[in-house]
């Protein structure tokens, strides 16, 4: 079982919003079964010993059961602590309550994270309406104990600056948002050319997604990092050779996928 002592989300609480009228919960926490446990690791905590969690989560369901929403809170959320979205007197972007419902469409948006940083565990929460913050609280667990870091005002100190560097360091790729794609991959790139040991490596990742790409090239321009795909090229159904394809003329998936593995290999 590996061990770590990077950041690491524990669980997730939303309610009501957009589809999650009642409280929808996510968590990285394991069960007690002792299957696949080369998806574990273990957290390091300073006073509560290592904590188990997933490497790696799925979300699957029905269409429409609210998966995408999940991700759409969380780059909401890391956009929210950016203030990239907030203008004083306007609505709070984040704020999309279930609308089926006459007791919710005015209610606050609840929200609730814990998580592991730098070896201690926190507990954010934040409650929410159209335009003002209702409650907001940090908890900590130094040492095994619950202390109040702050709540409702945010007061400046060491380990709120933590947490908050955590928070704003998430990394949210998804499908929904092509903001994601577009402010992402010219850093994505950069990093790849600097790296290009990995390229073999996310080319077979692209090929085995079935994305129709047998391999790609990248090439140093003076505005970044261009990348131009190669796809197999027929006649009759048969292999004759290969055929590029700018990245930026491929599906709108297929970029989202070459995102995605770079950070996988990050």
């Known amino acids: 079982m590996q061990k770590t002592n990077r950041i690491m989300i524990l669980n997730l609480e939303f309610k009501n919003y957009r589809s999650f009228k009642g409280t929808c919960s996510f968590t990285t926490e394991p069960t007690s079964s002792k299957a696949k446990v080369e998806n574990l690791c273990e957290v390091e905590t300073n006073a509560e010993g290592n904590k188990k969690a997933l490497k790696i989560s799925l979300i699957f369901g029905a269409n429409a059961s609210g998966k995408t929403n999940i991700i759409k809170f969380l780059y909401g ?33 609840e ?29 900590s667990y130094p040492n095994g104990k619950q202390t109040q870091l702050y709540e409702r005002i945010l007061l400046p100190c060491e380990p709120i600056t933590n947490a908050a560097k955590y928070l704003v360091d998430m990394v949210i790729s998804n499908g929904f948002h092509e903001d994601t794609i577009l402010g992402e991959d010219k850093e994505m790139l950069r990093w790849l050319y600097s790296h290009s040991d990995y390229k073999k490596m996310l080319a077979e990742f692209l090929t085995f997604a079935d994305t129709g790409l047998t391999d790609f090239q990248l090439e140093k321009r003076s505005d970044g990092v261009e ?3 190669l796809h197999g090229l027929y006649k009759d159904g048969e292999g004759i050779g290969k055929t590029d394809l700018p990245l930026k003329e491929e599906s709108f998936g297929t970029r989202a996928l070459f995102i995605i593995g770079c950070h996988i290999l990050q």
């Open 111 to 139: 929200f609730t994270m814990e998580f592991i940083a730098q070896k201690v565990r926190y507990k954010y929460e934040v409650h929410f309406v159209r335009q003002q913050i209702i409650l907001e609280s940090l908890i």
């Open 77 to 109: 959320f890391r956009r929210w602590l950016l203030n990239i979205d907030n203008r004083v007197g306007e609505d709070i972007a984040l704020y999309q309550p279930f609308k089926f419902d006459s007791a919710t469409a005015d209610a606050p948006t």
């Open 227 to 229: 990348v131009t795909s």
